[in-house]
């Protein structure tokens, strides 16, 4: 088959450092054109910028493995997908609709919370917010609404008065547009799941643990961009069956809702009384190798990157009726 390949490249040239913090190495488009290769296809490079869009048109896929970021705006992971979509071009991973949403982290809480998943209380802010609800509970964290890679959170992004949390509004919108996010701060661990598959067929693989043995214990942008020194992981996570059972039933629950597809990963925190808060879900996970959570997991439960992006691939081609359900490889 003919797989194009759409993605964003980091290409550091903004002031701000974490601007490109969702956009992808070369190396890791590399892997994954290697991947695919390695599985007997052709590439075409679809860079995800409107000076190419002819390279979109005029590409001949039959299918495109969509891990592009888009542009801006909170709809910016839908627009690929909703140019694919017009092209009538097939493509790996979840709608456009789905996508639209998903970035939407305030959208996607107020949904998800609308089906019975537990997720931190919390407030939509703008730069003109002027108060803090009265019945969320210090410490709150702040991040970007519709962000990522924990673009825009700082270290100093949990706060213990309205004061802070109303200065620390003011400095981020100052840096970042668009609207934030301000949450009640969950003590504890932190898991995440990933997912591959559709309908009956929805695998979750065995949940990652973060371990932050430093004073940081959330994922900060720098915490994350050194995560060699300042994190830990665990995969399978160390939990007892009934917690495990929650979190891979909200996780279950978070993909039907959403309608996603092919593939996601999703963020947990575990409460002190066990009850898992869902933070967020990344129906495009990243997919650096040896770096992204969704990799990190495979790699600890005997899947090769390889096979994770062929089995994401393939998931897709089953679920558009290109490949018969047998040929799709689990390791
Ligand atoms: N309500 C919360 N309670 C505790 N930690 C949080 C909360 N929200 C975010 N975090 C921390 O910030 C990180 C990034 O937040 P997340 O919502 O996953 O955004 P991103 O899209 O940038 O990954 C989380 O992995 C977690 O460590
Ligand atoms: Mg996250």
């Not at 932190?190 to 979750?204: P, R, Y």
Request: hydrophobic fraction near 40%; charged fraction near 25%.
């Amino acid at each position: 088959m003919i797989v194009g390949l759409t993605y964003n490249l980091k290409k550091s040239n903004s002031d701000v450092e974490d601007w490109e913090a969702e956009y992808d190495s070369p190396q890791t488009v590399m892997a994954i054109q290697s991947a695919i290769e390695q599985a007997g296809h052709d590439t075409v490079l679809l860079e995800a910028v409107p000076e190419r869009i002819r390279d979109f048109i005029d590409c001949g896929c039959d299918i495109v493995f969509n891990f592009a970021e888009g542009l801006e705006g909170r709809g910016r992971e839908a627009q690929i997908p909703a140019l694919l979509s017009f092209l009538g071009i097939p493509y790996t991973g979840s709608d456009e609709v789905a996508l639209g949403i998903a970035l939407d982290k305030t959208l996607t809480k107020q949904l998800v919370t609308a089906n019975g998943i537990t997720t931190p209380k919390f407030q939509l802010a703008t730069r003109a917010t002027k108060k803090i609800k009265r019945d969320l509970r210090f410490p709150l964290i702040i991040k970007p609404n519709a962000e990522g890679s924990s673009k825009g959170i700082r270290e100093s992004a949990v706060v213990n008065t309205p004061e802070q949390a109303l200065q620390l509004l003011c400095e981020l919108s100052h840096v970042y547009p668009g609207d934030f996010l301000i949450e009640e701060f969950i003590e504890g661990r932190e898991v995440t799941v990933g997912l591959l598959g559709n309908g009956d067929s929805i695998e979750v693989l065995p949940v990652l643990e973060t371990l932050f043995p430093h004073e940081d214990n959330f994922y900060s942008y720098r915490v994350k961009k050194h995560s060699d020194v300042f994190l830990q992981y665990d995969c399978p996570a160390q939990l007892d069956r009934l917690t495990l059972q929650k979190i891979e039933k909200a996780s279950r629950t978070v993909f039907s809702i959403l309608r996603l597809r092919d593939v996601a990963r999703m963020d947990f925190r575990i409460a002190s009384d066990g009850i898992p808060y869902f933070l967020e879900v990344n129906p495009i996970p990243g997919l650096a190798p040896g770096f992204s959570d969704l990799p990190r997991i495979c790699e600890a439960s005997g899947i090769s990157y390889d096979s994770l992006i062929n089995r994401i691939l393939n998931t897709a081609l089953v679920r558009l009726g290109l490949m018969v359900p047998s040929t799709v490889q689990v390791t």
